[in-house]
Structure formats: C-alpha cells, structure tokens
T-cell receptor, first 114, second 115 residues
Framework: DQQVKQNSPSLSVQEGRISILNCDYTNSMFDYFLWYKKYPAEGPTFLISISSIKDKNEDGRFTVFLNKSAKHLSLHIVPSQPGDSAVYFCAASRYSNSGYALNFGKGTSLLVTP | DSGVTQTPKHLITATGQRVTLRCSPRSGDLSVYWYQQSLDQGLQFLIQYYNGEERAKGNILERFSAQQFPDLHSELNLSSLELGDSALYFC??????????????FGEGSRLTVL
C-alpha cells in the first residue's frame, strides 16, 4: 500500500528555471513531510521538511508547499542548477510509540540541463 | 558524510545463499532503520531497532532478520536468497526515533546482487 506517491518518474528543466516536484499522500495522520535528495552511489540526504500545521517552508532556493485538503505537497527549486540533478524522494512521517516511521515515494529523477 | 557506515558496499552471491549486512549508526543515535530499494521502487521500510529492541516492522520477509547489538551497530541477515532480493539495502539512524521531524541519516547502502 503506497501511502506516498510521486507520479512523475523524471523531470527535465533548463538551468535557471524553476523545478517543481510533486508528491501526493493518502494518510491524513502524517505529522511531517520531508524531501530527500539522492545522488548515484550515495545514500539519501535530508533536504527540507514541513510540519503538517504549516503550508510553506523555505530554505534558500528550496521551498516546500503543503496543501492538506488536497493531500499534496510540492518542492520548488529556484533557480535550478546542474548540481541539483539527482533523485528526489518525498517522505511522510507519523509519530508512534516507536518514534517516527518514514514512508517514501518512489522518487523523481531531476535533470537540470545547462 | 552522514556518519552512518555500511559494509559491504557491494556483494554478489548465488541464489539460496545467506548474507549479512552491517551498519554502524551515527555516534549517539539509538535508532537504526533498514530500507530496501529495488529497481524502480522507492525506499521500502523493512525494520527499526531502538536501543537494542525491535520497535517497528515493515515489509520484511520471513527469510530476513535483523538485530541491534549493545554497541548499537546493527546487522541485517538475508537467507535463502532469491533473484528478486537483488537491491540496494540502506541503513539509517536517528536520534531517539527520529528527533522532532522524523529526519533520518542514511548510509551509502549495500548493493546486493543475487545470481
């Protein structure tokens, strides 16, 4: 049961333009939403997160928007740079007695072309 | 460098065999998580340990088992291997079960190829 879905396996954007990566989820009990970035031959690294009580979080060139009514979040990268080319995973977490359990989407491969 | 160490980085074995993947978490992290990433799949949660005890189970097969030792390192044991077990296996660690947001720190992964 895929609770976090990234419906676009890949995205190509020109350098300097905006990259928009989308993510949908099904469980309304999620507390936090996170984006991870993964380069080949490396593990995923945390990029940015947003609490379920907020609708926007910004960190430099990266902004995450959350639309709870639509169960949708997006990651905006402005301006996009070639070094941003990577696979981006959307994840959602929910607190339980075990701590947080992260549910990941399948990832979107972003290619930023010069 | 996330501070999470996984060995081996690459492993090639045959069907029916058994392998052990090892993970050392970041210093001070008590929680260890194992994830599997197969071709065209996202990161599938397998199992979580907290301070030596199993805390949560995901889509982990009965042929797979894990444990966390007193020094907090963890091992994932995969037995009776099948071709479909070929995947990247990631270990992640966190502070006290995810800190404030669930942020995890991932190792570089162990790539298992079953022939």
């Amino acid at each position: 049961d895929q609770q976090v879905k990234q419906n676009s396996p890949s995205l190509s954007v020109q350098e300097g333009r905006i990259s928009i990566l989308n993510c949908d989820y099904t469980n309304s009990m999620f507390d936090y939403f996170l984006w991870y970035k993964k380069y080949p031959a490396e593990g995923p690294t945390f990029l940015i997160s947003i609490s379920s009580i907020k609708d926007k979080n910004e960190d430099g060139r990266f902004t995450v928007f959350l639309n709870k009514s639509a169960k949708h979040l997006s990651l905006h990268i402005v301006p996009s740079q070639p070094g941003d080319s990577a696979v981006y995973f959307c994840a959602a977490s929910r607190y339980s007695n075990s701590g947080y359990a992260l549910n990941f989407g399948k990832g979107t491969s972003l290619l930023v072309t010069p | 460098d996330s501070g999470v160490t996984q060995t081996p980085k690459h492993l090639i074995t045959a069907t029916g065999q058994r392998v052990t993947l090892r993970c050392s978490p970041r210093s001070g992290d008590l929680s260890v998580y194992w994830y599997q990433q197969s071709l065209d799949q996202g990161l599938q949660f397998l199992i979580q340990y907290y301070n030596g005890e199993e805390r949560a189970k995901g889509n982990i097969l009965e042929r797979f088992s894990a444990q966390q030792f007193p020094d907090l390192h963890s091992e994932l044991n995969l037995s009776s291997l099948e071709l479909g077990d070929s995947a990247l296996y990631f270990c992640a660690s966190s502070v006290r079960g995810g800190g404030n947001t669930g942020e995890l720190f991932f190792g570089e992964g162990s790539r298992l190829t079953v022939l």
